[in-house]
Nanobody, 125 residues
Framework: VPVVESGGGLVQPGGSLTLSCAASGGTFYNQAVAWFRQIPGKERERVGCINSSDGRPYYEDSVKGRFTIARDNAKTTVTLQMNNLKPEDAGTYYC???????????????????WGQGTQVTVSS
């Protein structure tokens, strides 16, 4: 299912922002959803993900305790709540979806088939 991100913008350090990932024209019925971010010149890195089967979220250490991934009951939208943002959190954020056999945290970017266009997050005073 095509995915569409929204919610990026400019926020001051310490601020909060919520990104949304919508399943365009459908649902994330049996697909795990992951959030990645990328800055120019660096590889795309996973921020976290949420399983389809049990709804369990996973986070990278760099965002653990600050970011929260949640999914609505209809499985149409996955949000990334980002608190206490730091300048190093800036970048283009992408959501990606795919049907996965195992827990989403064991898969890299290349395993995900459906990607959004990305939404820019800028953290600056």
């Amino acid at each position: 299912v095509p995915v569409v991100e929204s919610g990026g913008g400019l926020v001051q350090p310490g601020g909060s922002l919520t990104l949304s990932c919508a399943a365009s024209g459908g649902t994330f019925y049996n697909q795990a959803v992951a959030w990645f971010r990328q800055i120019p010149g660096k590889e795309r890195e996973r921020v976290g993900c949420i399983n389809s089967s049990d709804g369990r979220p996973y986070y990278e250490d760099s965002v653990k305790g600050r970011f929260t991934i949640a999914r609505d009951n209809a499985k149409t939208t996955v949000t990334l709540q980002m608190n206490n943002l730091k300048p190093e959190d800036a970048g283009t954020y992408y959501c990606a979806a795919h049907v996965l056999a195992l827990s989403c945290n064991v898969y890299g970017a290349h395993e995900f088939g459906s990607w959004g266009q990305g939404t820019q997050v800028t953290v600056s005073s």
